[in-house]
């Protein structure tokens, strides 16, 4: 029999025992019919069995104010369209700042930016911002309902126009300011902003960049504006028309929270929009209040006295995620910056200076620093780090391995993997569970994440279809402007009905853990066997001569299957005979002859999404004959001239 794998790390005695999530297992068991014993699998099979009795257990364990008491926990549960707390009222912004009223001079807030050098904001301050702004938006007739965006970086005035949008009941959106005027449009234009929060510009990279023409595009094309904030970042004069941040937020009102109901919408979020318009996701104040609570509180162990340093922008859900970490009490760190300047391993520098305890970044990060030859502990005082958690792709078994040796063997590594769809995670932190080298470490509380075969039966230690049987609180309460819910259902419902499928390959353990495989709408189908891109990628990104690299398979007229590999070389490497032999051997190897490209092919640099993911689905799209106005929509793409090579290269394909 093979030999049961080891855990990379696992948490001592006393580390489970300080542990928040064990405290509120033992409260729920006295209270709400929790098992005491069994520790948390036993928890998450409650979580899933007893819903009604989880998710009050939850409101009740972090003392969430309903200023109108619910009629029962969850109401219609058929998805789409359960129902939670039905008749229960409340507001986002008023749980995430009332950490003020008892350590004001504390900082809620620490920004950073290429200087390195963190600049606090108090929660008193915070909370005085917020309630100076949120005057002066009812003042500018802003009601509940009416939706406020950010052309905004990663800077307190992001959050503090979050938190008070959700104060008056407004809807807040946003995007990055490195986002072009067309991309914004997209994702605006759909939603119809009342007010816009701009900034003139921002640094990244050690350089400025002056995006005043795409502020003044925005204005001219977004019809329902009634009001433009200008943010001088770069200190230029606020543009005629606008009104200045500082005089509507230098006022001392004390917030005004709209008790609204608990699924009035909070804010939204986009897909990324590559072969269409972005998908607008409308999330709910309540439902995003307790999925976040439960995750950053318990999941991620996040409390007063942490800080907590997640590198996204606003631009990618993570932001949002990042500002509640506010909900639990902790210290928020916003890092307006590259994430590789001035060197590759700046975002460790901000880690240290910042006194992280929970830093987060993508696994892409962690891959490029481990090629790169970075060593965060040597080089850094990153004492006060307990977790180090990634997301958005796959972390691969050699990152675990970096991490674990480059960072700390007493390091908590938490792969995560969830979706701007729920603006959460499906599976993985758990401080009280060991961590296995390529694993996520479980499925969350209260998500009944299951892996499916194609007739809807589930699969353990078998890759299949990532899929969610029960309603959480976060998942979409509608998308924008689907008056008949046909595109919310079809995005989700359509494969399994009543069931949400994501459009990951997953493989649910037998011990509980959880791998993502990769997406499952870009599957790789050779002779009926479903492959996960991820798994390549780990494979030949391994290579220090591979920077990175897409593979997509393409089904041919006469039946045929086409599967190539696109590469992008290090500097200074040639793809010669060798190499491509060791390619080849790599994956032969270390996945199957099956995994096996047709050909390996050199490409200048490798398509993603403007939030970093590399896009395979609209490249299989050009190879399939596609024209690129239609495989994919510009405005999402980070690099269009790159996919041009690619349109290129598949009309010279014979």
């Not at 008193?124 to 009601?143: F, H, I, K, N, P």
């Not at 997301?391 to 675990?400: A, E, I, R």
Request: charged share 20%; glycine share 10%.
């Amino acid at each position: 029999m093979p030999t049961a794998p080891q855990p990379l790390w696992q948490p001592t005695e006393e580390r489970v025992a300080r542990a928040r999530i064990t405290a509120f297992q033992r409260w729920a068991a006295d209270h709400h019919g929790a098992p005491a014993d069994g520790g948390y699998p036993a928890l998450h099979r409650w979580s899933v069995a007893s819903p009604d009795a989880f998710w009050r257990a939850v409101t009740e364990w972090f003392d969430v104010r309903f200023t109108t008491p619910y009629a029962r926990v969850l109401g219609d549960r058929a998805m789409p369209g359960a129902q939670w707390f039905p008749g229960a009222t409340l507001n986002y912004a008023e749980h995430a700042l009332r950490a003020a009223g008892t350590r004001a001079d504390e900082p809620a807030l620490l920004c950073v930016d290429e200087t390195h050098a963190p600049r606090p904001v108090t929660w008193a301050e915070l909370r005085r911002q917020v309630g100076s702004l949120a005057a002066r938006l009812r003042d500018l007739g802003v009601r509940p309902g009416d939706r406020v965006s950010g052309y905004l970086p990663n800077i307190p005035q992001a959050v503090v126009a979050l938190l008070a949008t959700a104060a008056v009941g407004a809807v807040w959106t946003s995007c990055a300011p490195d986002f072009g005027a067309r991309s914004v449009l997209d994702r605006f234009q759909q939603v119809e902003p009342v007010v816009l929060f701009t900034v003139d510009g921002y640094r990244y990279g050690g350089r400025e960049h002056d995006r005043r023409d795409v502020v003044a595009e925005l204005r001219r094309e977004l019809p329902t504006l009634r009001a433009v904030v200008h943010i001088p970042l770069l200190g230029t004069d606020a543009p005629e028309g606008t009104l200045d941040w500082t005089a509507l937020t230098s006022a001392g009102t004390e917030p005004v929270f709209e008790q609204v109901p608990f699924d009035h919408p909070l804010w939204v979020l986009y897909s990324s929009g590559t072969t269409g318009l972005p998908k607008a996701i409308v999330q709910s104040q309540g439902g995003i209040l307790v999925e976040h609570l439960k995750q950053l509180g318990l999941h991620c162990d996040l409390g007063p006295g942490d800080r907590f340093f997640w590198y996204t922008s606003t631009g990618w859900m993570m932001w949002n995620f990042l500002v509640s970490g506010l909900l639990t009490g902790t210290t928020i760190v916003l890092y307006d910056g590259s994430p590789g300047f001035p060197d590759t391993g700046a975002q460790w520098a901000v880690a240290e200076r910042t006194g992280t305890t929970l830093f987060g970044t993508s696994a892409a990060y962690v891959m490029a620093c481990r090629k790169a030859g970075v060593h965060p502990a040597r080089d850094h005082d990153l004492s006060r780090v307990q977790c180090v958690a990634t997301t958005g792709s796959p972390l691969p078994p050699d990152g675990f391995r970096w991490l674990h040796d480059e960072v700390g063997e007493d390091v908590w590594i938490a792969s995560v993997s969830g979706g701007t769809d729920v603006c959460s995670c499906f599976a993985g932190a758990v401080p009280t569970l060991p961590v296995y080298i390529g694993e996520l470490q479980a499925p969350g509380l209260g998500t009944d994440l299951q892996s499916w075969d194609p007739d809807g039966n589930p699969l353990t230690d078998e890759v299949g279809e990532l899929v969610v049987t029960a309603p959480m609180p976060s998942m979409p309460i509608r998308f924008w402007n689907d008056p008949d819910g046909s595109r919310y259902h079809d995005s989700y419902f359509a494969t399994y009905p009543g069931v949400w499928r994501h459009g990951d390959w997953i493989t649910v353990t037998s011990r509980g853990s959880v791998i993502i495989h990769g997406r499952s709408d870009s599957t790789l189908n050779r002779q009926g066997v479903r492959m996960g891109s991820a798994d390549i990628y780990e494979a030949v990104e391994r290579l220090p001569e591979i920077r990175e690299s897409l593979v997509i398979g393409v089904e041919q007229p006469d039946g045929g299957y086409w599967m190539p590999l696109f590469v992008h070389l290090a500097p200074g490497t040639t793809l010669d005979e060798a190499l491509l032999t060791r390619v080849k051997r790599t994956i032969r190897e270390q996945l199957s002859p099956r995994h096996v490209p047709d050909e390996v092919i050199e490409v200048p640099g490798i398509p993603h999404t403007l939030t970093g993911k590399r896009i395979e689905v609209p490249v299989k799209r050009l190879f399939q004959g596609t024209p690129l106005e239609k495989a994919v929509n510009p405005g999402s793409i980070d690099d269009l001239d790159l996919l041009r090579f690619y349109e290129d290269l598949a009309r010279k394909r014979p």
